[in-house]
Every structure is written in structure tokens, then in C-alpha cells.
Nanobody, 123 residues
Framework: QVQLVESGGGLVQAGGSLRLSCAAS????????IGWFRQAPGKDREFAAA????????YYTDSVKGRFTISRDNAKNTVYLQMNSLKVEDTAVYYC????????????????WGQGAQVTVSS
């Protein structure tokens, strides 16, 4: 069992930065790939980034490559999403999720989800 809690969301102007954190409980956290998904108003939840259990592999959707960086600290049971050069279209609720499967971009393969953190980017 893994419980996930996101924090760090907020309101920022376009071009600014935010860092999201995903704090996990559970002794098996370090076994899981952790993904960040986001859901904009009226749209489906989409994959944004993921990091392997060891942190050695990271994955990004094209629209965030070069702007977002995912990292993890297994000693602290925490995954981070550093978001730079934010755009209005990055506005969404951001969710972290945990999976033991290999399809890191497939929402249905994630077993545990956090409650979400709102990120709003103003123009």
C-alpha cells in the first residue's frame, strides 16, 4: 500500500517556476515508478513525466521536455517535479501516481494516486 500527497501548487505568472512535491508513505515506495499526470478543465488526464524506481530513467511528454524536470529522493520517500518557463497551457490539476508496470505513460497502469495539486499560470 502506498499513499501519495502532492504539495507545492499555486498561482504563477507565465515564464515563472514552481516545484511540486509528492510525498509517499509505505516501505515499498522505492520499488515504484512514479508518474506525474495533469488534467486541465474539460480535458482528459494526461501523462506529463515519470521516473523509474531507481531514478536512473526519466520520461517526459513532448510539451514539457526541456522545461520540467522530475527527480526523486527515496530516502525521503519524495518525488519532485520542477517546472520552469511555465505557460498558460500548463494550467491544470497535477497528480502523482505510482506503478509497478512498465508502461509509464498509461494512466490505467497506475495503481495509487494522490489527491492532486492545482497549478494556475496567468498571462
Amino acid at each position: 500500500q502506498v499513499q501519495l500527497v502532492e504539495s507545492g501548487g499555486g498561482l504563477v505568472q507565465a515564464g515563472g517556476s514552481l516545484r511540486l512535491s509528492c510525498a509517499a508513505s509505505g516501505r515499498t515506495f522505492s520499488s515504484y515508478t512514479i508518474g506525474w499526470f495533469r488534467q486541465a478543465p474539460g480535458k482528459d488526464r494526461e501523462f506529463a513525466a515519470a521516473i523509474s524506481w531507481s531514478g536512473s530513467s526519466t520520461y517526459y511528454t513532448d510539451s514539457v521536455k526541456g522545461r520540467f524536470t522530475i527527480s526523486r529522493d527515496n530516502a525521503k520517500n519524495t518525488v519532485y517535479l520542477q517546472m520552469n518557463s511555465l505557460k498558460v497551457e500548463d494550467t491544470a490539476v497535477y497528480y502523482c501516481a505510482a506503478t509497478l508496470k512498465y508502461n509509464y505513460a498509461v494512466r490505467a497502469d497506475y495503481r495509487y494516486w494522490g489527491q492532486g495539486a492545482q497549478v494556475t499560470v496567468s498571462s
